[in-house]
């Protein structure tokens, strides 16, 4: 039956317990005991794959099997309490290696049996646990002790000690050391990548901020070389104008120095005339003379305000200058700095196009010692495949032979038994004058003699005694089977009605699941667009029987991707989480409904929005909202503060924010 089950190749069949776990050599007698029959008991995923498994059986007549469910079984507890007593070595369990998923599989079937050196240790604890000794005596919790020769049955656990099995797992080793290798170069490798990629990204920040500079300098550039435009052309429209003062103060001198020269003559000539003339000419000349002076005080008063005027225009001829040659620095400056930017820009382009390059090597070498990952993979999984074949090959085999080497001995026993009878039997024969000789033997082996036999001594040891009351037994009999002929009838008819009437349940279940179901996702649709701006919905995973599979949701907030929920960030779990709450609450709207923090992983414009929906869904249900967010609080009829007044000690107060 389990070579049937096993070559079928059934999804969800993984294998018989004693080819999912190996032992070492010391403990595989009591292994083999603690488990006994439940070896050959075959490990399946659930209780469907079992069923498949029980109508194969029935329909070959391959034999029965027992099936572990892997969804069914007990839970193997996560600690077990293991005595402290001298001898005990460790629960069966611990000493059986196998993979974690089968570990409630192996609980299944040894429980929590303790292995014991021998039998004094185990007579100390005797009905306090399930033990096995080392030799293979059984202890049971109820008290029983089973013992004696051990004898082989085929069904025992894979050791390392077969050579061939030491060969495929040296070979594994090598593939394992080899898978670790190239998972250290791999990484080795994604290092370096990630070291280029940190340069790649800081050359690229460096140009971005170069380049941000030179556009800098450029409009700065572009502004000096505007405002040197301007100063120019001031400058081109005033030259004219200094050429023109200059001119007047030159002539202006001249005439200083011709009024001075002829005020000396004038002095010199006044002073002369005093020696010679008389108060009252002197008085006259004076008269005269005073109209003079004040002319020449009026040319003086001009002549100082034109020097002032030039001094003026000097000092704003130097301050030109002075801005011209300022510009004219910055834009040498600039320059410069733009010849630097533009030989860091090629220098940055040629160390981008390295990395690039360097880049697309590592990721070249990553695919290669991935693809070489992969074949290793397969080749480990197949060796496993193989080491497992194998195994179950040498077990069935042994198994077989065990069993022939059984049926030979029980065969000389039996033969042994029947020599008598045969001696008998010819003696018999020869005393009534038969010629054992001339007999024709007639082809039949013992087992069908043997099983003729039992089966007319059955047939006499069943007709026993006479009964006498047999007819009228057979009466009551039959009047019983009527009786049970019409309740079985009665009762066949009952559960045809009750299966209709589940049957009617189911349908209008289903059909009211799947009109609430329409309902929400329509409600979800809207919410969550008016929540995200993008487009959401409800996806049943099983449509046809809805109560077999889950809910999922997918969704597309605005400017991204379409995804399910599980490949969202935490702000956009939240708000398709809110959208499905609100969903539901229109639909069947609850008395009040409790938020803490719901808004926490969102963006402002997000918050205004849900404490907007919050706000216009207050009208019909009360909402109980903990935030820390300003839009959320401000849209609240009433406010509620708690904080912290002393260490352990809260304070609350209420705000009421409008009326």
Known sequence: AVDTVIAANISGVHAPLMKLGQVDEEYSTAMEIAVGGRMAHIVVDDEHVASTCIELLKSSNAGRATFVPLNKIVKCPRSLNLPKDKGVIDFAINLIDFDDEYLNAFYYAVGETLVVEDRSVANKLIGKYRMVTLSGDLFEKSGSITGGAVRKTGLKFAQNSDSEIDTFKSRLKDMESKYAALISKRSSLEGKMEDVRGKYSSSTTEFNKAKLELANLETSFANTQQNIDEKQEFIKVTEPEITSIEKTLDKIEEEHIDISEKMTDVQTSITEVEKLMNDADLKDLKEKTAGVEAEIKRYEKNMADANNEIEGLHQRIDFINTTIKTHNDTIERSLGVNKDLELDKAKFAEEIKGLNEQLEVLEIQIKEITDKLGELLKQRDDINKDLVDIETQRNLKASDIEKIAEQIESFKARRRELEPQLEETRNVLTEAGVNINELTPVEMSIEEITSRIQRLQKRM???????????????????????LHSQIETLSHEREQILE???????????????????????????????????????????????????????????????????????????????????????????????????????????????????????????????????????????????????????????????
């Not at 069943?462 to 009786?483: H, I, P, Y």
């Not at 009109?515 to 995973?541: A, C, P």
């Open 461 to 483: 040891d069943d007709l026993g005694a006479v009964n006498m009351k047999a007819l009228e037994d057979f009466e009551n009999v039959s009047a019983r089977q009527q009786e």
């Open 501 to 659: 009437r589940m049957r009617g349940y189911e349908d209008l279940k289903k059909e009211t699941f799947l009109k609430t179901y329409n309902v929400i996702n329509e409600n979800f649709k809207d919410i969550f667009h008016r929540l995200s701006d993008g487009e959401g919905t409800l996806i049943l995973e099983n449509e046809e029987k809805p109560f077999e599979g889950g809910l999922d949701i997918e969704a597309q907030p605005r400017d991204k991707k379409k995804q399910r929920l599980a490949g969202m960030s935490g702000g956009e779990k939240a708000l398709t989480a809110l959208s499905f709450v609100f969903a539901i609450q229109k639909y069947m709207p609850a008395p009040f409904y409790a938020f803490d923090e719901v808004d926490a992983s969102l963006d402002g414009i997000n918050v205004e929005k849900l404490a907007h929906i919050v706000q216009s869904q207050a009208e019909t249900t009360q909402f109980i909202v903990v935030s820390h967010r300003k839009p959320m609080i401000e849209s609240a009829n009433r406010t509620i503060g708690v904080t912290q007044k002393e260490k352990g000690i809260s304070k609350v107060t209420g705000v009421k924010l409008r009326d």
